[in-house]
């Protein structure tokens, strides 16, 4: 049986999202992140050395990383679906946006994230200084980084339904987590036409909700 170790709000949603698309049977552990840091408990270390989200495992096998245990779903269980069809342009788009999403697109996000925290994180009589690199960095660097992503997504977008091609397919469930992210914490969101639609969607589809409601609350799962 496939155990998903979930944690709330995090990528972890995403596998649930996969396995119900593909109607496998599984279950869930949930862990909840620590509300003032947003870690992830320590239980999770004895599954995993990291102690990070998400990972599953699976007949005594432990895997982790969103696109090892995507890669690991479809190739065991998948018989073929939400995959191109090898060899195809497809096919290689697939492939670039499963690993762009974790390698290139989440990095900027996070940085976002932790930059836009930052303040909150020091000494009352530090917070005016950690504002202004706070300010800074977002305004500098991080923003228009993230603006560079979100509009190459969208242009994407604009020349297919789905990240890979005309179809859904796995790629969208990996891609779904930095665009559920980016319409949260932006607020670049206003003139992506495609991706608004693309969110849309992927939230009205049942086996997205069926996983809403295997994982419990989610704050992404909005348009």
Known sequence: MITV????????????????????????????????????????????????????????????????????????????????????????????????????????????????RMPKGVPALLRPIARIISQGGLAKLIDPQLSRHMIYWEEELAKSSWFAGAEFSAADIQMSFPVEAAAARSGMMDDKTHLKDFLKRIHARPAYKRALERGGPYDYATD
Request: charged share 20%; hydrophobic share 40%.
């Open 5 to 116: 170790h979930h944690l709330n709000n995090s990528r972890s949603q995403r596998v649930l999202w996969l396995l119900e698309e593909l109607e496998l049977p599984y279950e869930v552990v949930r862990y909840q992140r620590n509300p003032a840091t947003l870690l992830a408990p320590k239980e999770l270390r004895a599954i995993h050395p990291l102690g990070k989200s998400p990972v599953i495992t699976d007949g005594g096998k432990v895997i982790a990383e969103s696109g090892a245990i995507i890669d690991y779903l479809l190739e065991t269980y998948g018989q073929g679906r939400l995959v191109p069809p090898p060899g195809t342009p497809e096919k290689l788009r697939f492939t670039y946006w499963l690993h762009y999403a974790e390698g290139s697109a989440m990095p900027v996000l996070l940085l976002k994230l932790i930059f836009a």
